[in-house]
């Protein structure tokens, strides 16, 4: 088609398509021509399919190109499904003003390249999540990994030699994009996991990821000296990830990212690791069922006011802590807080007035801050003494949060010189306030009272001249003139300049009344011009205070997340946890933080766990099991994040990590059965464990026969109690189990209660002592309304088996034979 037409017989702005378009290849090249991005040749056919928008074309004949074309105003909503659809964007602007250009195509360049994180444009962007795009590096089964968030110039990075802890970290930060070394294998562990996510990933040359280039492109950022102080030159893993990465989002984003001016490098192992599974189990951030927030942790501890402190709580949730003097520093806060409801209200009103700092400096820092922005901006540095103020009512680390940049200059500043309410975009006009600039003043007088200036004038002329019919009109022709009748032309002054003669008349023109005309007619547009001048010159202003904003937007949010968690604690009536390093979870009523907001009448349960102890616990389907063991799971995550926990006390031993082994389902994508899903998850618990974690163990061995699951089960629970010596809670149907109590000194047996009825069975969801031996599967199924032929079938069924069944015996036979004990986990 047209695409192998010569440049020579192709229009000058085709010509200049074609040439934008071989220097981005991969991307899909959005083309200015005037108020509409146009696409052509493959690109328009994509586009088309993609936004469903009519294909046309331009030119005829051979020289005639497909044609798609999207209109600037309504851009995003079209760059949204373009992006949406794994489709990398190069937009080509019209990079000078086509009124000054005569004779000539106008000139055209790339100024940025969109991909998912690259995206800036507020309205495709969630404005209490981040968006971070990452740039992973592997070495000899070493991981290095950055993570960078373009909007609010977080960036940070880590490393580890465990490929699977390199995917719990992309999986509780869920980045949308990730780049890699062109080389780096296609089959990779980590690479296989980033498409299962649907993580956009972008390869990028292997020459960025070397320590050289890095260092070099880090050091441009920051400095060599402020570099070595980030504590990043030294891991080099981390610093060949953050380069490239850094290289990567200037390459498409073509600014200075002034906002991304530190970065932070995160010591994996000072945290509590989560695994995907567990992540996913415990329903952090996204619920099992449709993946979206509702139900979900973070929906219930996020009473957050400002987006910086929404996207601050869920860093704290992805990284719980081990060391106790921060958790504790944390409970703290919340403490004194609680102790003074008053100010904690008063502070959490304030904070809802607070614009989102972090995503307006990367606004300044692209070019597309809005008047709008700058009133916001304005709205919160006012409130800010308000704070401080506040801050000093409460004690300790408090007094050091009070101490908050006032910038009153900037304040004034802004507030002389924007409207307060001003237009959504600066090129609307109306923006800058009188008496802020002289000669903006002078031309909006101008403008707005020109018909009085033009009048003055008229009767100064026929004042200086004595012709009483003179009139100033205007034409498109002429633009303004001085108009005579016939019985005035001998009064004439010698100045004026004839331009025009008519039946009854003639017109002229003075240097004064053109002067005047080009004031009046230029006035509009150098009134856009100027506004415009002086609004960037205030975004400079801005700019200049950008570290004391970022430190501003920083406290802002941490007071806002700790505002949050004493709210959480005192509408849901939470506990201070004593946090300690003994090993031990003893708490005392505690209950499941989601399910309790679900239920109106939660019941709750006390949990022991010591080092090196063990609950089997059993009882029938729907009786609470999986809620108990994931609320002893929450309660430590969220005692961890320095939160207070819903319960009436509770003692929390820190732990290294959190492992969970709970429901079943089949991973089709990967041709992984339910049972094969469910050995992987345990053999990840039993490989990754230590005596400092917590498992929950749910139903081990139910994917395969009873015989075989039972031996599987009885197995994992030895190992774990003689080897990884973790705290551990694991549920099953296989009652069997229970005489693991007899044999082995930390092992406990419990059960949920049930009260027989006479309708059927009543769950009581209280744990108790003791094992059962009872699951009444029949009498679950009759509560799902099974029709009662099937149960009373069922029933008679029951009974044949269990007279029948021998198999308890058999499997205690065996395993006497083989002299089956725990010597075997001694070798």
Known sequence: MGEKLSADSLTPAMRQYKKLKQKYPDCLLLFRMGDFYEMFYEDAIIASKVLGITLTSRGKGVKKAPLAGIPIRAANTYIQRLINNGLKLAIAEQIEDPRTVKGRVVARDVVRVITPGTVIEEGLLDSRTNNYIAALYAHNESYGIAFADITTGDFFSCETEDSNRMIAELKKTKPVECVIPETLAVNNELIDFLQKENVFISQYDDTHFSSEEAKHTLELQFGKNVLDGFGITKRELQLRAAGALLSYIRENQKQSLKHINRIYSININDYMELDPVTIRNLEIFENIVDKTAKNTLIKVIDRTTTAMGSRLLKRWLQRPLLELERIRKRQQAIETLLKKPIVKEELRE???????????????????????????????????????????????????????????????????????????????????????????????????????????????????????????????????????????????????????????????????????????????????????????????????????????????????????????????????????????????????????????????????????????????????????????????????????????????????????????????????????????????????????????????????????????????????????????????HYHVLNKLEEELRNIKNYNIAVKEIEEGILFLRKIQPGGTDKSYGIHVAKLAGMPAAVIERALEIQQKLTEEDKMLDKLKAKRDAKQFTLKQWER
Not at 563 to 584: D, H
Not at 605 to 615: G, R, S, V, Y
Not at 659 to 668: H, I, K, N, S
């Open 350 to 732: 304030v904070l809802k007035n607070c614009c989102d700092i972090d995503r307006l400096i990367g606004k300044l820092n692209y070019g597309t801050l809005m008047p709008k922005d700058m009133v916001a901006l304005a709205n919160t540095l006012e409130i800010i003494p308000k704070i401080s103020t506040k801050l000093k009512e409460l004690s300790g680390f408090f007094s050091e949060l009070a101490e908050l940049p006032a910038l009153t200059e900037l304040l004034d500043e802004i507030r002389r010189a924007i409207k307060e309410d001003p237009p959504n975009k600066i090129t609307e006009g109306s923006v800058i306030k009188r008496g802020y600039n002289r000669e903006l003043d002078e031309l909006w007088e101008l403008k707005d009272s020109s018909k009085e200036i033009l009048k003055r004038m008229e009767l100064q002329e026929i004042a200086k001249t004595g012709i009483k019919t003179l009139r100033i009109g205007f034409n498109q022709v002429l633009g303004y003139y001085i108009q005579v009748s016939k019985s005035y032309i001998n009064k004439v002054p010698s100045y004026y300049i004839k331009k025009q003669t008519l039946v009854n008349g003639e017109r002229f023109v003075t240097k004064e009344l053109k002067a005047l005309e080009s004031k009046i007619l230029g006035a509009e547009e150098r009134i856009n011009i100027l506004e415009y001048e002086l609004f960037k010159q205030l975004t400079v202003r801005v700019e200049s205070k950008l570290r004391e904003l970022q430190l501003i937007a920083k406290r802002i949010a941490l007071l806002d997340v700790l505002c949050s968690m004493a709210e959480v604690a005192e509408k849901n009536n939470y506990c201070k946890p004593e946090v300690n390093t003994s090993g031990r979870i003893i708490i005392k009523a505690g209950r499941h933080p989601i399910v309790e907001q679900l239920e109106q009448e939660f019941i709750p349960n006390d949990t022991e766990l010591a080092p090196n102890e063990m609950i089997i616990l059993t009882g029938p389907n729907m009786a609470g099991k999986s809620t108990y063991m994931r609320q002893v799971c929450l309660i430590t995550l969220l005692a961890q994040i320095g939160s207070f926990v819903p319960a009436k006390s509770a003692q929390i031993g820190v732990v290294d990590r959190i492992f969970t082994r709970v429901g079943a389902y089949d991973d089709l994508a990967h041709g992984q059965s339910t049972f094969m899903v469910e050995m992987l998850e345990t053999a990840n618990i039993l490989n990754n464990a230590t005596e400092n974690s917590l498992i929950i163990l749910d139903e081990i061995g139910r994917g395969t026969s009873t015989f075989d699951g039972v031996a599987i089960a009885w197995a994992v629970a030895e190992y774990i109690y003689s080897k990884l010596k973790a705290k551990t809670i694991f549920a099953t």
